[in-house]
């Protein structure tokens, strides 16, 4: 889930700032900060789970996705 940084730097999906740290996350073909991926209803970090879901655009945790 976490990947190098492309030499040219990439916009996060969820703050849109530009991805300039060494490490990103790559979910659901978008990258992110690793504070930026959070479940949209409880704002669980997502950065050290080792799954997170995806429903109509939006991120959630398990637990939320399953409700």
Known sequence: MTSMSPEKP???AGCGG????RYYLL???K???LR???CCECKL???SELT???????IYCKEDYYR
Do not use: P, R, Y
């Open 36 to 38: 930026c991926l959070k």
């Open 52 to 58: 997170c879901f995806a429903k109509d655009g939006s």
């Open 31 to 33: 990258q992110w900060h």
């Open 45 to 47: 970090a997502l950065e």
């Open 10 to 12: 990439a916009l996060c």
């Open 18 to 21: 530009k991805i300039s740290d």
């Open 27 to 29: 979910a659901v073909d």
